[in-house]
Nanobody, 124 residues
């Protein structure tokens, strides 16, 4: 059974860091592009970052560029999102997803299989 499980969320002060993990099971994740999305209360879900199956194509939303880094360890079937210099506006539920298409501009990302999400709260 295909499954994605996010972890690593939590409460952090502004300027702090978190590392999210997306562990895949039931399929070989290195065949697929993976995306990170987030949804803040009262807002639509938005694409944050994506990485291609081989890790050669990476894209970020403008709002996180220079602060977030996506990576993958195909041997562990896991994709990571390192989040630095966190801001209160980064507060959201973060989801990883197998993309239905390739890794592309984050505004055009579409997920096919989704994890359950992990809460990130940035607050003093």
């Amino acid at each position: 059974q295909l499954q994605l499980v996010e972890s690593g969320g939590g409460l952090v002060q502004p300027g702090g860091s978190l590392r999210l993990s997306c562990a895949a099971s039931g399929f070989i994740s290195d065949y697929y592009a993976i995306g990170w999305f987030r949804q803040a209360p009262g807002k639509e879900r938005e694409g944050v970052s994506c990485i291609s199956a081989g890790g050669y194509t990476i894209n970020y939303a403008d709002s996180v560029k220079g602060r977030f880094t996506i990576s993958r360890d195909n041997a562990k079937n896991t994709v990571f999102l390192q989040m630095n210099s966190l801001k209160p506006e980064d507060t959201a539920v973060y989801y990883c997803a197998v993309l239905s298409l390739s890794c592309r501009r984050t505004g055009d990302l579409a997920g096919k299989y989704w994890g359950q999400g992990t809460q990130v709260t940035v607050s003093s």
